[in-house]
C-alpha cells in the first residue's frame, strides 16, 4: 500500500516537456530516434535524365522501384501533356544502334542497371501508337503465311481466337518463316528458317524440315530483350533495314548479341510482336487494360464511349436557302467542302492581316504552316521512316516536309498497311493565285494547313486518313 501511494504522488506531479528529446533514451525505447531510423516502407531515390525529340532533356527524382508507365505519367503532369495512353519509354543504345519500348511494367533502374558506363545510352520520352494495336488488329499483325495452329484447332478459332491462344499457356500458335542470321563471330549473314515455339526460337539445318533432329535451338526470352535496329546496315551489314536482335540482360557487349533480319517491315513486326507475348504473356493484356480500370474495372473492349458517331452517320448539309438540305451528290459534297474551307481560310487571313497587304498575306499563307507540330522542314526521306517508325507504324502515322529533290514542293510521308508511303504535294498557281494540291489539281487547298485538317476528315486519294502526327518536339 506504501508503495501504491508513493506511486499515485509520482503520477499527480506534473509533467514537464524535454526540449531536447533527441538528446535522452529511455530504457525501453532504442539510443536512436525512429525518425533518424530509415522506414521499413521507405524507397531510396534516385535521378534519372530523360530526353525529348528535341534531345534536350529533364532530370527526375524518382524512387528506385518506379515503372516505365509511372515515368511516363509524372512526365504528362508536369508538361500539362494530354494521355491518350500512347506516350511510352524508350531505351536507346547509342553506340550499338538499338533502340527498344520499354514495357511498362518494366522497373527503370533495373534497365538503367544492364548499361554499360562507357557507353551513352539514353531514355526517350515519345509516342508509340503501335504499343498495343496488336490487341485491336490481330489478324493485321500476324498473316496467314507466318502462323500454324496446333492440328486439333479449328478454322473459326483460329481466325477469332488467336490472341487467346498467344496468352494461353497451354496451346501456341506456331510462327515460321526466313530470316537473315549473323553468324557469331563474323561479319557474314546466313539465311535459315527459322520458327517460334513456347519453348524458344529455333533455326532448320535441313531447308523447312521440322523434324526434331533437323531444329537448332537459337535463343530463349526470359533473361535476354528485344531490341530494333536503328541505323539498318550501318554498324552490322544487315543484308536488309529491317533488323532486330537479342541481347543478354548482363552482356558484355556485341559480342553477345544475337542479331536477326526479317525481308519486309510485315514480317519483322510479326516475328517481334509474337516474342513480345511469349515473353510477357497476360502482362501485356494487363498493361493494356489498365487505363481504362479507373472506368469501374472495365475493359477497353466493352467500353461504350460516350459519344459514338459512325461515319455512315456523317453527312454533307447545304444551309445557303432558305431551307437546309442533304447533298447526296459525292462531287457536289466536295467542292461544297473545298469552297468552305477556302471561304473560312480567307476570313482568318483578314482577321488577323487587317492592317496587312495582300502580298503579306500571301507570304502568310505560305509560310503558316511552319509553325505546326507535324511540318518537319528539311529532313530527308529515311530520316521521315526512322520517325514515323519510332511512333508506330500505325495507319495514318504522319507527317510534312521539305521535298529534297525539288525544293518548290512538300512530301506527305504516311503509314499505312505496316508501310511508309510518300506523297508529293505540288504548289498550284491559278489566276495569280497559289494552291496546293495531292491529285494534280482536282482538289485544291490554300495553305499546307488546310490540306492536312480536310485529309483529318477525308481520305481522298491517300490509302487512310491522316490520324496522328509525329511531332517535331514530343
Known amino acids: 500500500n506504501r508503495r501504491k501511494k508513493k506511486d499515485d504522488s509520482i503520477l499527480e506531479i506534473t509533467s514537464i516537456p524535454n526540449p531536447f528529446p533527441e538528446l535522452c533514451c529511455s530504457p525501453f525505447t532504442s539510443v536512436l530516434s525512429a525518425s533518424l531510423l530509415p522506414k ?20 527526375l527524382e524518382v524512387p528506385s522501384d518506379i515503372t516505365a508507365r509511372d515515368v511516363c505519367q509524372l512526365l504528362i503532369l508536369k508538361n500539362h501533356y494530354i494521355d491518350d495512353h500512347s506516350w511510352t519509354l524508350f531505351e536507346q543504345l547509342t553506340h550499338s544502334g538499338l533502340g527498344r519500348a520499354i514495357e511498362d511494367h518494366e522497373l527503370v533502374m533495373e534497365v538503367q542497371s544492364n548499361w554499360v558506363m562507357e557507353e551513352e545510352n539514353k531514355l526517350y520520352f515519345r509516342k508509340n501508337y503501335a504499343k498495343y494495336e496488336f490487341f485491336k488488329n ?76 533437323h531444329l537448332q535451338f537459337f535463343c530463349e526470352f526470359s533473361n535476354s530483350d528485344m531490341y530494333m535496329s536503328l541505323t539498318g546496315r550501318k ?33 519483322r ?3 517481334m510482336t509474337a516474342i513480345r507475348l511469349l515473353k510477357y504473356g497476360m502482362q501485356l493484356y494487363q498493361n493494356y487494360v489498365q487505363p481504362y480500370q479507373g472506368r469501374g474495372g472495365c475493359s477497353p473492349l466493352n467500353i461504350t464511349p460516350m459519344r459514338s458517331i459512325s461515319e455512315n452517320s456523317l453527312v454533307a ?35 488577323l492581316n487587317s492592317h496587312g497587304s495582300p502580298v503579306a498575306m500571301s507570304n502568310m499563307g505560305m509560310s503558316i504552316h511552319r509553325s505546326q507540330s507535324w511540318f518537319h522542314h528539311k529532313i530527308s526521306r529515311e530520316e521521315a521512316q526512322r520517325l514515323i517508325l519510332q511512333h508506330g507504324l500505325v495507319d495514318g502515322v504522319f507527317l510534312v516536309r521539305d521535298s529534297q529533290s525539288n525544293p518548290k514542293t512538300f512530301v506527305l510521308s504516311l503509314s499505312h498497311g505496316l508501310k511508309i508511303k ?51 518536339i514530343a
Not at 433 to 442: E, H, P, V, W
Open 40 to 59: 521499413a516502407t521507405s524507397r531510396k531515390k534516385q535521378v534519372i535524365k530523360v530526353y525529348s525529340e528535341d534531345d534536350t532533356s529533364r532530370a
Open 138 to 213: 490481330p489478324l493485321k499483325f500476324f498473316p496467314d503465311h507466318m502462323i500454324s495452329f496446333p492440328s486439333e484447332t479449328n478454322a473459326a478459332v483460329r481466325r477469332s481466337g488467336i490472341l487467346q491462344m498467344f496468352l494461353s499457356s497451354s496451346t501456341y500458335p506456331e510462327i515460321h518463316g526466313y530470316l537473315h542470321a549473323k553468324e557469331q563471330g563474323k561479319k557474314s549473314w546466313k539465311k535459315w528458317f527459322f520458327l517460334l515455339r513456347r519453348s524458344g526460337l529455333y533455326f532448320s539445318t535441313k531447308g523447312t524440315s521440322k523434324e526434331p533432329r
Open 235 to 267: 554498324i552490322s551489314g544487315a543484308p536488309t533495314n529491317y533488323g532486330f536482335c537479342f541481347k543478354p540482360n548482363k552482356s558484355g557487349g556485341t559480342r553477345d548479341l544475337k542479331q536477326l533480319c526479317a525481308d519486309d517491315e510485315q514480317s
Open 269 to 271: 513486326t510479326c516475328w
Open 317 to 351: 448539309m447545304d444551309f445557303s436557302g432558305h431551307r437546309s438540305r442533304i447533298i447526296e451528290n459525292p462531287t457536289e459534297a466536295l467542292s461544297v467542302a473545298v469552297e468552305e474551307g477556302l471561304a473560312w481560310r480567307r476570313r482568318g487571313c483578314l482577321r
Open 422 to 472: 510518300h506523297f508529293q504535294i505540288v504548289p498550284l498557281e491559278d489566276d495569280g493565285k497559289l494552291f496546293y494540291t495531292l491529285d494534280d489539281g482536282r482538289t485544291r487547298f490554300t495553305d499546307l494547313i488546310q490540306l492536312v485538317e480536310f485529309y483529318q476528315l477525308n481520305k481522298g486519294v491517300l490509302p487512310c486518313k491522316l490520324k496522328h502526327y509525329c511531332a517535331r
